[in-house]
């Protein structure tokens, strides 16, 4: 069955860097967009950024442009989220996401997401 599992998650001050990852397993990871997703509590769920199949494409949200790059490889069926310049508003749970009927790096229609991993920027 399809897994993403993230990891790389944890504590830092505001201003520093952070990578996580995305292990998948159960598909054929190289030919679909993938998206990292975040939500803080008592927040709803919002897209954070998308990466197409190949990897040449991406999007990003607003809040995050110009301090996170998110990049894949394809040999180690693997995404990343480099996440600079962290700000106390980027604390929250992020979820990898794979969309199965998509390439191109969409903000919605992904079916399979992984489990999260919790992200903490002290002020």
């Known amino acids: 069955q399809v897994q993403l599992v993230e990891s790389g998650g944890g504590l830092v001050e505001a201003g520093g860097s952070l990578r996580v990852s995305c292990a998948a397993s159960?598909?054929?990871?190289?030919?679909?967009?993938m998206a990292w997703f975040r939500q803080a509590p008592g927040k709803e769920r919002e897209f954070v950024a998308a990466?197409?199949?190949?990897?040449?494409?991406?999007d990003y949200a607003e809040a995050v442009k110009g301090r996170f790059t998110v990049s894949r490889d394809n040999v180690k069926n693997t995404m990343y989220l480099q996440m600079n310049n962290l700000k106390p508003e980027d604390t929250a749970v992020y979820y990898c996401?794979?969309?199965?009927?998509?390439?191109?790096?969409?903000?919605?229609?992904?079916?399979?997401w992984g489990q999260g991993v919790q992200v903490t920027v002290s002020s």
């Open positions: 159960g598909l054929t990871f190289k030919i679909y967009a």
């Open positions: 996401a794979a969309n199965t009927a998509a390439r191109l790096p969409l903000r919605f229609g992904y079916n399979y």
């Open positions: 990466i197409s199949w190949s990897g040449s494409s991406t």
